[in-house]
């Protein structure tokens, strides 16, 4: 039988707290899948995590809190490979040869980079605008072709593309096309009514590590409209009930459709919802926090696994970054 090259991915959340439904919907549930089939790297990006406000003191314990969520979830050590972006400098320098071919008006209309820069009007800087270079630099580190990521990331990734192409067309080609694994839980949107889930947004998140105290809590004070008067046509397309229909529909779609059926009878009691909702996602959520809970003990071994899988994933950086810089003429 041959032996089929596994194709390579990867992909990488930032260090600013502990994951949430959306990043585990839109990013770690498509890791969990690839890792038994493909030839995967994760990362925790540390170097994307600076370029928004935060707090050196607690900055290594936050690394640290996205590895324990990456293992609880499923993640395993045995089958791919989990980095700390920092530990492998060749990031930095691969986004530094990178960024001389890529012109800087592209990336000052990105939509995340006009995002941030109006969340932090006051913490502007050349790291913000950088991101989607280096963010090329980690997908293309490693010769990925797939990654596993929420649909926000899609203009990022398109930014990929089009820099492996310059390059393969000025220097001979060396990067494959890049593509995002697409998923039904690409876009899980925020509990507030408006937006997606994230981190930087109170009270639009659900945390993996949230107790089920807390789950109830987030979901009673999750938004909802007056209810339907009488009987609907349709179920609503936007807004905080379709929001919570959405949510609901990604754990759960039998349960999802009793909700559903009895808001188009015009009989829903949001509030029974939203604690049969909030049910499903402890239940979901259970055996992550369990196995969270251990690893909280068990920190040394956490270290180890990044540790291990930086050096590892170091050893493919090397070769690649070399390639390039000899293509670019560096070597
Ligand atoms: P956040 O926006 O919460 O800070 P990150 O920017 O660190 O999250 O994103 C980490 C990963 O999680 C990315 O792949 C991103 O696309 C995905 N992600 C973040 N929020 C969502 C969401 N609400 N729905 C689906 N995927 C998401």
Do not use: K, W
């Given at each position: 039988m041959k032996n089929k090259i596994k194709q390579k991915v990867f992909s990488g959340i930032r260090a600013t707290g502990q994951l949430h439904l959306g990043n585990y919907l839109g990013a770690v549930k498509g890791m969990?899948?690839?890792?038994?089939?493909?030839?995967?790297?994760?990362?925790?990006?540390?170097l994307h995590t600076i370029t928004t406000p935060y707090d050196p003191d607690s900055l290594q314990n936050s690394i640290l809190e996205i590895a324990i969520d990456y293992l609880a979830a499923g993640l395993d050590p045995k089958k791919c490979k989990i980095e700390v972006q920092s530990f492998v400098p060749e990031h930095i320098e691969l986004a530094y040869l990178l960024s001389t071919i890529?012109?800087?008006?592209?990336l000052?209309?990105?939509?995340?980079y006009k995002d941030k820069t109006l969340q932090h009007p006051k913490y502007q800087n050349m790291g913000l605008l950088f991101y989607p270079i280096l963010m090329a630099a980690d997908i293309l580190l490693y010769k990925?072709?797939?990654?596993?990521?929420?649909?926000?990331?899609?203009?990022?990734?398109?930014?990929?593309?089009e820099i492996a192409r310059k390059f393969n067309a000025m220097f001979g080609e060396t990067f494959p096309e890049v593509k995002r694994m697409e998923t039904v839980g690409?876009?899980?949107?925020?509990?507030?009514?408006?937006?997606k889930m994230s981190k930087s947004v109170p009270g639009s998140y659900i945390n993996l590590a949230d107790s089920p105290d807390v789950i109830y809590e987030k979901m009673s004070k999750a938004k909802t409209d007056s209810g339907p008067q009488s009987k609907m046509s349709k179920l609503p397309e936007e807004g905080a009930v379709a929001n919570l229909f959405k949510i609901f529909g990604l754990f759960d779609v039998k349960r999802a459709k009793v909700f559903e059926s009895q808001y188009l009878e015009g009989s829903i009691k949001y509030m029974e919802m939203k604690e049969t909702l909030a049910e499903v996602i402890i239940e979901v959520l259970q055996p992550i926090r369990e196995k969270r809970n251990d690893l909280e003990r068990n920190k040394e071994y956490v270290k180890k696994i990044l540790l291990e899988g930086s050096i590892e994933a170091r050893h493919e950086a090397k070769i690649n970054l070399n390639e390039v810089k000899q293509k670019m003429g560096l070597i």
């Open positions: 969990l899948a690839l890792q038994e089939t493909h030839d995967c790297i994760f990362s925790v990006v540390d890529y012109p800087v008006s592209r000052q209309q990105l939509p995340t990925t072709e797939l990654v596993p990521a929420g649909v926000d990331q899609e203009p990022h990734i398109e930014v990929t593309r690409e876009y899980v949107p925020s509990l507030l009514g408006t937006g």
